[in-house]
């Protein structure tokens, strides 16, 4: 079975672009987080989604950030425009939906702004 | 406030020997679910082993377990049989009903001195 998947692995872009980063959950798994890692602030979440639904969206840091969940196995996180400290590791993880279920992480997405 | 609480920023420990991470935890709600994760210097975060909070029984999985304290609220991973490999990040992480998202601690970086 594929864990979940990320792309790209390796992002640097210049200040003022924008970054759309990207993710695939496991197939079945109806919750989808996206988590921003840096070395100051641990690993924070940003948005989550059940069942492609935004729950909650209070840790997206400002207006700059979006995510989208079009259908169960895709989902988004977009930076418009990017700036250098927006620099971090990106996770998205899927789960079902429950306390007692893991959340499964891809391998992250290392995003450098210059 | 701070619901995750990992007062080890780091620990050695020799090669072959156990080593109790520390965590606790601060919530209200009754059920709720612990998470251990581990994150190697190649950046990946792994799942180690979760508890419940209405599991009788402390959690083992294979070298790992988990010393559940409900009372003292506390929920440390114990490593037996360090190896080197076991030498990384490791994050306590809570869910509770009232949210489907993970809270994380701010990790302990274990190191296994050969």
């Known amino acids: 079975d594929a864990g979940v998947i990320q792309s790209p692995r390796h992002e640097v872009t210049e200040m003022g672009q924008e970054v759309t980063l990207r993710c695939k959950p496991i197939?079945?798994?109806?919750?989808l987080f996206w988590y921003r890692q840096t070395m100051m602030r641990g690993l924070e979440l940003l948005i989550y989604?059940?069942?492609?639904?935004?729950?909650?969206d209070s840790g997206m840091p400002e207006d700059r950030f979006s995510a989208k969940m079009p259908n169960a196995s895709f989902s988004t996180l977009k930076i418009q425009p990017s700036e250098p400290r927006d620099s971090a590791v990106y996770f998205c993880?899927?789960?079902?939906?429950?306390?007692?279920?893991?959340?499964?992480f891809g391998p992250g997405t290392r995003l450098t702004v210059l | 406030a701070q619901k995750i609480t990992q007062t080890q920023p780091g620990m050695f420990v020799q090669e072959k020997e156990a080593v109790t991470l520390d965590c606790t935890y601060d919530?209200?709600?009754?059920?709720?679910?612990l998470f251990w994760y581990k994150q190697p210097s190649s950046g990946e975060m792994i799942f180690l082993i979760y508890?419940?909070?209405?599991?009788?029984q402390n959690a083992t999985e294979g070298r790992y377990s988990l010393n559940f304290q409900k009372a003292r609220k506390s929920a440390n991973l114990v490593i037996s049989a360090s190896q080197l490999g076991d030498s990384a990040m490791y994050f306590c992480?809570?869910?509770?009903?009232?949210?489907?998202?993970?809270?994380f601690g701010t990790g302990t970086r274990l190191t296994v001195i050969p």
């Open positions: 992480a809570m869910r509770d009903s009232g949210a489907n998202n993970l809270f």
């Open positions: 989604f059940n069942n492609n639904v935004p729950i909650d």
């Open positions: 197939s079945g798994h109806n919750s």
């Open positions: 919530t209200s709600d009754p059920s709720y679910g």
């Open positions: 993880a899927s789960s079902l939906k429950g306390s007692y279920n893991e959340q499964f």
């Open positions: 508890q419940g909070s209405y599991d009788q």
